[in-house]
C-alpha cells in the first residue's frame, strides 16, 4: 500500500492569502487527486494531478484559485488562492493504489481555517 | 448528473448486524468502494465490487447489483470501534472517484 504524507496538516490562514499544500507518494504514480471535504461532509474531487500535463478540474474549480503543480511522479501541490472563510476545509490528496481494483490511499489531510 | 445516495446516520448495538445502503447514477461505471473513515482521520478502504454478487472480507461484505445501481455493506459482530462514517464511491466511466455523503454509524453498548 502507498503511504502519502501531506503538509501542513492544519494551518489557520488570513483572509485574501494563499497557501500551497504539498503531498508527497512514497511510490512512482501516474495520477494523483485532490479533493475536499467540508466539514461533516464527504469527498467533492477539485481536480486531477497529471503528471507532464496540466491538472484536469472539475465542474466548480478553475485553475486560477486552486492552481496545482507535478513535477515528478511522487509529488504534487495543491494552492488555495486568494483565501475566504468558505475556503476552511480539509483538502486530501490520494492516488491508486496500484492494485488491480485501484482503490484510492488518501493522505492526512490538511485542515485549513480562514478568518 | 451523477448521484450517489446514502443514509446519513444509522445506530447499532454492538455484536448485532448493521446494513448500509447505497444507490447511484453515475456517467459510467468501473467499479464500486465502500470506505471507512474515523471522526478526524483519513478516509481507509474497506470493499470494492466490480461485478454482481457479494464480496466477504472477514467481518464486512459488500453487495453489488449493477443493473439497480445498488450496494450495500454489511457489517457483522459489531466492535465499537467501529463507529465512523462509511463511505460509498464510484469510479465513473472517466476513471474518477465519485463519493457519497458518508453515513455516520454510532455502535452503542
Known amino acids: 500500500s502507498a503511504v502519502i504524507s501531506q503538509k501542513p496538516s492544519r494551518d489557520i490562514c488570513q483572509r485574501g492569502t494563499s497557501l500551497t499544500i504539498q503531498c508527497q507518494v512514497d511510490s512512482q504514480v501516474t495520477m494523483m487527486f485532490w479533493y475536499r471535504q467540508q466539514p461533516g461532509q464527504s469527498l467533492t474531487l477539485i481536480a486531477t494531478a497529471n503528471q507532464g500535463s496540466e491538472a484536469t478540474y472539475e465542474s466548480g474549480f478553475v485553475i486560477d484559485k486552486f492552481p496545482i503543480s507535478r513535477p515528478n511522479l511522487t509529488f504534487s501541490t495543491l494552492t488555495v488562492s486568494n483565501m475566504s472563510p468558505e475556503d476552511s476545509s480539509i483538502y486530501l490528496c490520494?492516488?491508486?493504489?496500484?492494485?488491480?481494483?485501484?482503490?484510492?490511499?488518501f493522505g492526512e489531510g490538511s485542515r485549513l481555517t480562514v478568518l | 448528473g451523477q448521484n450517489i445516495d446514502q443514509p446519513t446516520e444509522m445506530t447499532a448495538t454492538e455484536g448485532a448486524i448493521v446494513q448500509i445502503n447505497c444507490t447511484y447514477q453515475t456517467s459510467g461505471f468501473n467499479g464500486l468502494f465502500w470506505y471507512q473513515q474515523h471522526a478526524g482521520e483519513a478516509p481507509t478502504f474497506l470493499s470494492y465490487?466490480?461485478?454482481?454478487g457479494l464480496e466477504e472480507k472477514g467481518r464486512f461484505s459488500s453487495f453489488l447489483s449493477r443493473s439497480k445501481g445498488y450496494s450495500y455493506l454489511l457489517l457483522k459482530e459489531l466492535q465499537m470501534k467501529d463507529s465512523a462514517s462509511y463511505l460509498c464511491?464510484?469510479?465513473?466511466?472517466?476513471?474518477?472517484?465519485?463519493f457519497g455523503a458518508g453515513t455516520r454509524l454510532t455502535v452503542k453498548p
Open positions: 465490487n466490480v461485478l454482481d
Open positions: 464511491a464510484v469510479r465513473d466511466g472517466g476513471g474518477d472517484m465519485r
Open positions: 490520494s492516488a491508486p493504489s496500484g492494485q488491480n481494483t485501484g482503490e484510492l490511499f
